[in-house]
């Protein structure tokens, strides 16, 4: 250790704080992840988002890819650092983004999906289904603004498209956000899926601004193809993945028969914020008259969820211990797949045989045999659409830009019918 | 479609039976993961398996990388893909694996860490505290063995040492197993830490037997110093990192003080698994004599200890309240480490201080102020050692072959000692 | 060391063949690519063979990615690694692949290119303009396989598609080959475009075999779009990139000047082996009269035309030297392209300008003035197409088994005029 | 495209500039690399910097590892990448550099190996053995400088450490500099050698500055032990790979050969430059005498030695024909290497055979058979050493701050003796 001088020792103190005060958060998709703002930090150390640390970005989909097990939590701060390189980029093209701003939409892209609660689709779709994750977001980010003391108020704006520089909106939420560019690299990633690779560097490097609209650099015309491209195939192999899907219902049928034994005041082993929801029917409304529900949402985590299958798979209600323990044994649906509808009479012979095996009512048989759809968009021409920038100045949209995608095939919606029932059945 | 005639349909037919039966797991670390025996799918499709996919490997690692969520499920897939190459290079040079040999040492490797709980050694230090993992993971492999008409004994006898091909041991558990291999490669992968990279790829190329020990060719020695360096430096920057330390002893210190309550009959929220284990004190004793308790402890994962540690964040229990807040908000416990002990005058002046501000009692303010200490050995020269192998066929232990490593700086065992409190205090 | 007995000593002995006797060879793509056959090894070693690596795989495409430096040696390598991994995937489904068949397609992969010369496309425009590397790698593998008395004719057959099980040949070269699968991965690592990345792994592990025609498995539905698609991009990022056609064309001009000054008897710094081409003109023909021939051929490579041009660009001759100093120092043309032909005004202008400036004739301005065409096909639906093998054993083509691709789109050529000029002129 | 108006039209034209200026390089190890200055930029542009992409960094290395064939040109850009990002670390902790200053030392990465020739150190014991290319690169960066009138005086000055701000230096060459860091991955990288890589992103984000000289912080200490120990590990597994040392002796005594012809007249095939070089012995004060040397050097590349070598094999000098004839068809020498010197009665008794085998002289003799050493020193603590600075603003060298390095063992100088001769003799 050399000496230092007193004129030293003072430089060296400030230098100190300043090395408490720099955050970095480790990310094996981006490497190092620096948080710029005070807010931000104290954003992610709020509890509100600590939650999303235990809500799992991808539901059931690690029961098809094992590592698929990354969080709302780290997805969020992937958003947020990719946000920072788009704000440094279109900056240096010699446009303003003030530093307000700048840390708005960097809020805003944080908490974009700050509602969502854990299987967040399953669970819209049988306990909390009066509310939507957008409605909870929203709720959410009020009563941090409230905390934060109005910090938050231009992110609220942005989030809400309600700020005149559109642009800024579009890095939140578009179809070339933050949002889509990290979610399919980190879905990629921890799935192991390299289709779904997606260059966000060089897109990120091509982003400029066009009248108040997003726009991308020419040279980045190629890369732009692949994005669309890699998000239909991940939509098809990982999103909307037969055993995805299977896992995914039989968690909605579960919580559905859980609901309905609720609603007869049948007593089930649960969480107490699991509880509250279970035996209860909340409203939007709800949320707004009742400031400590949202503090009950806030409790509530893939761990209640998990924990209390668990428990129901020991259960006396025949349905409810069947479907959690083929959930928590990994005994999924089989699933069949095509681009037709499934005929009534193949649907109502499998019931009759699932029926007769199980000893099943009519009603009970839907738990186990069920038809549905899924359908995706590669690109919709309906909505605002990526431009491409030309060097001439001018911008044209991607489908009209490229010789390669036909837009008539990308814009049409893909369906697919699908029909789960337990695997030990012939169809 | 073209057109099929009956003798090709008879092996199309047969060609749809084997598409049917080849089992391929998708792992970002690998790639593709073929299964190669239907026992061993038949043994993860098991219960006492499919539960490794709700123990993370590395506990609440994720507090400080969050990317590490991986489970040991996937961690037993990748020593399993390992073993399969080692089998195969091992072969390619001459030396004997059978068949049931390779089915063994393979079942082996992937029911090595079967008996771990969640967040096991926080567990092992708290409440399932008579019981090793090894005892249970014995107790687990012997039922498995009963299920599966006695297919596992060979598996078994490897895994204790007892089969006359020494080797085969030395491939599930040595200074250079396939656990090793594969978990460092693992952690690595999901915590970003690109430090801890090892090339299982080149170890494995390089394996050979002498003697019937496994040996590393001459050609791989730097990649196997490599391998002890990144081992040990994984060991001080994810596994004893202090963030992780400090989150590890906060959940030892929640589940003493709950099993502390539960003594007193204190009810205390609880999932029946983690109920059964907290107001009972149970010796391996007992789990041989009541071989139900076996399927219990099965039932319990980390969604057990998170969910229950959520709800007594609001227990009436000051001391168990904060401790489960802390943890569930991620408050965690400032660390300072040193390489030598602390004085007691330090700590005692921690303690007077914290016992006033939170209204604790002397026995209290243990849960809050707390020394340890942690260890760390690179390489264990008193164990079985990494012998490299010379073209003239003799081989030498890698401390000895090694011109670079300096075995007595690489036997000497670190040790460092560590000290934690709330955060508010300066020390 | 230990102690080792006369009979131990003999096992290592044998062990030690062994161990000399396995070849691996590194590879940055794929890790260790091993060397099956003694053959193959020998092959590799043959000075026709070690000429490929000097002969960069992508010509001057390192001037637009500096990384793109990997040459014909590499991909031929890199190939035979995957042809290992195929022929493993098919026979481990149960079609029959004799040791002699698996050896005769490796080795037709291994040499599939073996006719490339320097510069190979340009080379062919210019300089050794009889002849295609097709007739030369005929007669590269003619002549090998006289050397290694006949070991390659099976290899040969099976290049040829004159070997009754025709799947064999398709994997070394039809729409979905070993070939492309490596290069594109190959190219895609160098050039660091990451857009062009293949999962060549989850291609392999889904090829079957159904009537003596390759086929993948409906699984891999999705990867058979991004590869389509994937080459596709690299086509127009990489190998038709416009800076990549400027050098190109540049060179082909450059070896043109060079020939046409040739033909009058300039004397010009040549190594030898290009003075052999530059100053005579060879057909096929004369490959066959000549055995000579074909091994002053094999004496050329790039750093022939380098070495030889970096002396031209000295020449007496202006036009040699200059366009020989752009290459040099990278001086490159600019390029324009657009979707229809340019007119006849707009290159007359330009070359009158370019006349006037460098004081040229109106035949030498050609060489600094010029149009061509670039065109595409992503997917030909009037070849050999790439069968989807559905569980039912049925197959069909990809264009008809995908709903997202639209093989009208695909099919279509895609066509770009280009048009070259110096730098300094404003068009 | 979207009307726009006259105001949207200027601001697109100055835009349209700014996408003309930003000029981007793609480099598959970091991925975009932008170009920050003109100057850089031009300097870029420059004949003596475009010659670095005709200089392979590892020389023959691609002989042992076949994707090592990247360039100076590559690993200078690359440096050049990592200096942008310390400049940028180390202002945002509050040290000043200066726009002037950042140039500078930008420049001064750029240019530290410009004085490099082909095979660098082959030629230097060879050929041109009276000038270093230390010398070569001074006399470079002063010709560059009056060309681009004195713009480089600066950068000169931090070059050759005669800059007050001692920091900037060690940034350009050091224990730690961007060089190393830079070399280490692209090495690492290329060769497909997974154990060298060096987290350069974690070490830059650890750079500090302490009372003028570069210090990593102390979080990042297990970093820089990696990096010690990675860049030893390179040096034994890449650099001084026996069968590397074995091709780079092979070219040393190729070249020694040729020198020894024609001084005696005897007349070569040769390249001018490489002739200019061969037939006459410059020293460094005749570099500056004849200004014109300097440009000759710079026409010198691989392409030169390789492409003569190749005509060589065929002289009618029995002696330098075998030796090109060797390294061209890649008949490498064997390579013994042990810790301790070659008895001398060994490597006669090797040196008869060889003479009486090839019919070789004593003198002649030596260039088939000979012995060398080679060193490596992991860590110099007689140089200006890594300094650690902990949270209190001291600051300790790494040997000292680190409980896991051993210095006695890492600045002992690991020095191994080799022996080359052709493979056909039993040793």
């Known amino acids: 250790m050399k000496y230092i001088n007193s004129k030293q020792k003072r430089n060296i103190l400030s230098m100190a704080v300043i090395l408490n005060k720099r ?36 539901g059931l989909t690690n029961l098809v890819y094992p ?3 990354h969080t ?34 960097t809020i805003a892209i944080l908490l974009h999906d700050i509602g969502h609660g854990p299987f967040s689709h399953a669970l819209e779709h049988s306990i909390v289904n009066n509310v939507t994750h957008e409605d909870i977001s929203e709720l959410f980010m009020s009563k941090l603004n409230d905390e934060f003391n109005g910090e938050l108020s231009l992110a609220i704006q942005i989030f809400k498209n309600k700020y005149p520089k559109k642009f800024l909106h579009q890095l939140v939420s578009s179809q070339l956000d933050m949002d889509r560019l990290d979610y399919l690299k980190r879905d990629s990633f921890f799935t192991g899926v390299s289709e779904g690779v997606v260059s966000s560097d060089r897109i990120i490097k091509m982003l400029n601004v066009v009248n108040d609209h997003l726009a991308v650099e020419a040279k980045g015309i ?11 195939l991940m939509y098809w192999q990982v999103y909307l993945h037969k055993t995805v899907l299977s896992a995914e219902n039989l968690l ?52 209640d969820i998990m924990a209390s299958i668990k428990v129901w798979a020991k259960n006396s209600d025949k349905v409810l ?6 959930l928590v044994n990994r005994k999924l649906f089989k699933v069949e797949m095509q681009s037709a509808p499934f005929k009534a009479s193949k649907i109502n012979k499998i019931k009759t045989e699932i029926k007769k095996r199980f000893n099943l009512t009519d009603k009970e048989v839907n738990y186990f045999v069920f038809a549905g759809t899924v ?3 590669a690109y919709r021409s309906d909505k605002i659409g990526i431009d491409i920038l030309f060097r001439d100045g001018s911008t044209v ?22 029909l789960c029932f337990p695997k030990s059945i012939v169809s």
Chains 1, 2, 3, 4 share one sequence.
């Open 321 to 326: 211990s069947m479907l959690c323990s083929n």
């Open 72 to 105: 709302r939590f780290h997805h969020a701060m992937g958003a947020m650092h990719l946000m920072r390189e788009a704000i440094e980029e279109i900056r240096s093209k010699g446009h303003v983004i003030t530093e307000d701003e700048a840390k708005a939409v």
């Open 23 to 58: 955050k970095i958060f480790n990310d094996p998709v981006y490497g190092f992840v620096p948080i710029e703002y005070d807010v931000i930090f104290n954003l992610i150390e709020h509890p509100y988002f600590q939650r999303l640390r235990r809500i799992k970005q991808l």
């Open 375 to 377: 359908a995706n968009d």
């Open 397 to 418: 949209d991607i489908t009209k830009a490229s010789d390669q995608l036909n837009i008539d095939v990308l814009a049409k919606t893909v369906k697919k019918y699908y």
């Open 252 to 303: 909605v049928n579960i919580l559905k028969r859980a609901k309905e034994l609720a609603v007869k005041k049948v007593d089930l082993f649960c969480t107490p914020a699991l509880k509250t929801f279970l035996y209860n029917q909340y409203s939007a409304k709800d949320f707004k008259s009742k400031p400590e529900l949202l503090n009950i949402f806030a409790d509530l985590d893939d761990n």
């Open 222 to 232: 190629y890369s732009i193809e692949k994005f669309i491209i890699a998000r239909r």
């Open 67 to 69: 590592g698929a097990l």
